[in-house]
C-alpha cells in the first residue's frame, strides 16, 4: 500500500477502508509516511469529508495507536464528560464529582486551553501541589478513592491524535469535522470509558458558532462514538455568554469550590451540570430515567457529598488536604480587582462572548504560544449575563489583573464585549437539543 495512492482516493472523492486509514495511522504513528504526506491526507480529507464508516475507522485507528486503559475491575461504570470548549466553562470540576457521589466512576482526561477557551487542566494547575499528569498507578488510584481524577493526556494514550493534530494546526485543517471527530473520540475510547456524554457549545463564544454547524459536529461526535462500540449522547449547550460568571482559572476554580459547597451557583452552569451528569448516570444505569438522574445529581450537591469527592481526588493527586474548607488560602490573587463599569444605564442585550476569552488571554491568563506561561489570578469575576441591569453603581464584572494598566485595558475589552439597551430580553434557552444514536 502506498500513501500517495490513499491520498489520491481521498481527493478524487473516493470512500477509504478501514485498512487503508490504519496503514495511514500507522505511519503517521511510526514515522513511515512522511508529514508532508499526512498533512496532504489531511487536506484531502477536509475538502472531501468522510462517511460514516471512515469517521468509525480513523477514530479506531488512532485509539490503537497507543495503550487501550481497562477499569472492568472497578465496583461501578467508569464514565466521562467532554466539552468542545467555551469561556467560563469549568463543568467539569462539578460534574466529576458529583458523579462519583452517585456511584460512578470518572477517569477523565482532559486538555489545555486552545485558543480563547480556558482549558480544564490550566485551571486545576492553579491549586498548588495537584499533579495533572501522573503515572497511570497514582490516576487508577485516585479514580478507586476518589471515585474521579481529573489528568491531562499522558504520552502513550492516541499518541497518533497529538501528531495529526499539530499537523492540522499549522496546515489550516483544524475545522474539520471527521478530524474533530476522531480527535476527540480518541482519547476518549483509549481511556476505556464505558459511556460519554459531549458537551457540543453553540454560539459566538464556541469554535460552531451557528447551531447547524454545532449540530453536524454533535451527530457526527455521537454517530462515531457508537459506532465505536462507546455509547454516547450529546448536548448542544449555548455559549452566546459565558457559562459561569468567572472567566479565568483560579477564578474558576473559586467559583466551581463556591458551586459544590453551595456557597454560589449559577443558574445557566447548573443547568448544565446537572442534565450532562444525568446523562452519565442514565448511561451507567446507575439511574433508570433522566428525573431519577437529575435528582440524585442534586442530592449530591446539597448533601455536600460532591464537595467531598472532589477534595478527595485533589488531596490523592497531590493537592492540600483541606483546600475545598480554605481554596482562599491556597489560590493565587491578583494584585488589582477593580470593577468594569458599563458605561451606561441599562439592560445587557449582546456579550460578545469570544472577545471575553481574548481578553482573559490579554491579561495573561490563556496562551499566545504553545510554550507561554500562565498567569492563574487573572480575569474576570461577577459578569453580567444577557439580561441583567448594568450601571448605576452595577458594574459589568469585576477585573482582577497584575498591574492597573491591565486591569484599565481589560476593562476598556469588557466594555466593548457588551452592548447595553433599554428593553429587557426573553429567556434563552441554555440547552438547545439532544443528540442521541440513531
Request: aromatic share 4%; with cysteine.
Amino acid at each position: 500500500m502506498l500513501p500517495q495512492e490513499v491520498i489520491r482516493k481521498k481527493r478524487e472523492g473516493g470512500v477509504l477502508d478501514a485498512a487503508e486509514i490504519a496503514f495511514m495511522i500507522a505511519g503517521l504513528t511510526d514515522g513511515s509516511v512522511g508529514e508532508g504526506q499526512i498533512a496532504a491526507f489531511a487536506m484531502a480529507v477536509f475538502f472531501r469529508g468522510m462517511v460514516r464508516a471512515e469517521a468509525v475507522a480513523l477514530t479506531a485507528a488512532m485509539r490503537d495507536s497507543g495503550t487501550v486503559l481497562d477499569w472492568s475491575d472497578l465496583p461501578g461504570p467508569a464514565l466521562d464528560k467532554h466539552s468542545t470548549g467555551g469561556i467560563g466553562d469549568n463543568v467539569s470540576l462539578m460534574l466529576a464529582p458529583a458523579v462519583a457521589a452517585c456511584g460512578g466512576f470518572v477517569p477523565m482526561i482532559s486538555g489545555r486551553g486552545l485558543g480563547h477557551t480556558g482549558g480544564t487542566l490550566d485551571k486545576l494547575d492553579a491549586i498548588p501541589g495537584y499533579v495533572s499528569t501522573p503515572d497511570l498507578g497514582r490516576f487508577r488510584r485516585t479514580v478507586r478513592e476518589a471515585g474521579c481524577a481529573i489528568i491531562g493526556q499522558t504520552a502513550d494514550l492516541a499518541p497518533a491524535d497529538r501528531r495529526l493534530y499539530a499537523i492540522r494546526d499549522i496546515t489550516a485543517t483544524v475545522e474539520s469535522i471527521p478530524l474533530i471527530t476522531a480527535s476527540i473520540l480518541s482519547k476518549k475510547l483509549a481511556a476505556g470509558l464505558g459511556a460519554l456524554v459531549l458537551d457540543v457549545k453553540t454560539g459566538n463564544g464556541a469554535f460552531m458558532a451557528t447551531l447547524d454547524r454545532s449540530r453536524a459536529l454533535a451527530e457526527s461526535l455521537v454517530a462515531a462514538a457508537n459506532g465505536a462500540g462507546l455509547p454516547t449522547t450529546a448536548l448542544i449547550t449555548d455559549m452566546n455568554q459565558p457559562l459561569a460568571s468567572a472567566a479565568g482559572n483560579a477564578l474558576e476554580v473559586m467559583n466551581a469550590v463556591d458551586f459544590l459547597t453551595g456557597r454560589r451557583r449559577d443558574a445557566r452552569l447548573h443547568a448544565v451540570t446537572v442534565a450532562l451528569a444525568a446523562e452519565l448516570l442514565v448511561a451507567g444505569r446507575l439511574a433508570s430515567n433522566p428525573q431519577q438522574a437529575a435528582k440524585m445529581v442534586e442530592e449530591a450537591l446539597a448533601s455536600g457529598r460532591a464537595a467531598e469527592k472532589f477534595g478527595v481526588m485533589v488531596a490523592a493527586l497531590g493537592g492540600p488536604v483541606d483546600f475545598v474548607e480554605r481554596p482562599d488560602a491556597y489560590l493565587p490573587a491578583a494584585a488589582d480587582i477593580v470593577p468594569v463599569e458599563a458605561g451606561t444605564s441599562g439592560v445587557v442585550q449582546a456579550i460578545d462572548t469570544r472577545a471575553i476569552g481574548i481578553a482573559v488571554v490579554e491579561l495573561g491568563g490563556g496562551r499566545r504560544n504553545a510554550s507561554d506561561s500562565i498567569d492563574p489570578a487573572v480575569g474576570f469575576t461577577a459578569l453580567a449575563p444577557l439580561g441583567a441591569e448594568v450601571g448605576g453603581g452595577r458594574p459589568l464584572a469585576l477585573v482582577h489583573a497584575r498591574s492597573p494598566a491591565a486591569a484599565v485595558q481589560a476593562a476598556q475589552s469588557l466594555r466593548r464585549a457588551y452592548r447595553i439597551g433599554a428593553a429587557g430580553l426573553p429567556a434563552t434557552p441554555v440547552i438547545h437539543d439532544r443528540i442521541a444514536p440513531t
